[in-house]
């Protein structure tokens, strides 16, 4: 992987979610990146954390606590570039038997590598002004992707929306059976 810093904005673009969603997962302290110049900065490292605690955020729907518990121990580990599967053992609080979950780790890793591009899309701005012909810049664009989208009637674009929503909206699928161990 090749080593890289991103702000809060480009990370959130290479992991494909909403910037707001990322700053929810270091304002709860799940991730800690570090802070210079009043922005949040990414490595390659934090950007695996962050595509891992995503990934069981939306698999399991775990709670920020526990999220945070388990990205402190995954920054922990020396190593984890040539690991395939992480297994993730949670213990009860009374003692009982631990509960024990595989994250394809290899496959974020490599899932991630692949989405790094996206961070050229979302450029540094200054704050404040806006720079100077950014409304030409702005028109077009919007012209380009008209054109991309010329012969896409409305009803396909709804379809879409709709599929997207409800792909969105899907629960995880949960499977039961015997562990392939045996005791």
Known sequence: MVAMELKLKQASAVLGVSPKDLQNLVQFKVLRPTRRDSFYWFDNRLL?????????????????????????????????????????????????????????????????????????????????????????EFTRSLEVAANELSGVTESQVADAIRGFRAEKKRLPEITVGPSRKTA
């Open 48 to 136: 695996l954390e962050a595509k891992v605690a995503l990934y069981l955020k939306e698999s399991l729907g775990t709670s920020t606590e526990v999220l945070a518990l388990f990205t402190r121990a995954l920054s922990n580990l020396k190593d984890v570039t040539n690991v395939r599967y992480l297994t993730l053992r949670s213990l009860p609080a009374r003692g009982l038997e631990p509960i024990e979950v595989r994250i394809p780790l290899r496959d974020l890793a490599k899932e991630l590598n692949e989405q790094l591009p996206l961070a050229a899309v979302y450029q540094d701005l200054p704050r404040g002004r806006k720079r100077p012909g950014w409304k030409r």
